[in-house]
């Protein structure tokens, strides 16, 4: 698992904005300079939430990389406008509404492959509120990050079904021999509101 510092994390969030409205703006990519910890490659998710008038956070992009290829600056920039442009889920940011988005951003430790002779012992494998999980089976893939169970309140019941969903799959799929379960972990720094104070959320 990287290591990154507090100061680190936060900047990366700070990166993912300043990344979006650059891009948004002048259509350019923002280029800074390498830094220490922040030039390690990693594993980088980028999420942002639209700010609602009664304050509740909506999903409004979120697209990564769960394998280091890159370095981590890269990584957010890239995620950072591919989430705000890029997410077939949504059409793309406008400017006007960043003013009303929450940036997050979770640094990735690389995938590891959950090996169990009998697969319902998938469960005594995975801690809610520390493991992501990827889903492989013969017809796709899907990601969950690890606070999405924590924040919709999850059990592991639960967290095991939506991973199927998330990979296009029938709900059981996890159990089958042929399906392949990874897990991971994270740390994520989240804006407390948008362009405010940045969090460590894990």
Known sequence: MIKISDKDGEQLVRLARQSVKKYLDESTIIHPIDQNQLSQEAGVFVTLYYLGKNKEEHLRGCIGFPIPEKKLYQSVIEAAIDAATQDPRFSS???????????????LSSPEKIKVQDTMDYKNHIKIGRDGLILKWKYGSGLLLPQVAMELNWDIDKYLTNICYKANAPPDIWLMPESQLYKFEAMVYKEAEPNGKILKVI
Not at 93 to 107: H, K, T, W
């Open 93 to 107: 940011v406008g400017r006007d509404e960043l003013a009303n988005i929450i940036f997050e951003v979770s640094i």
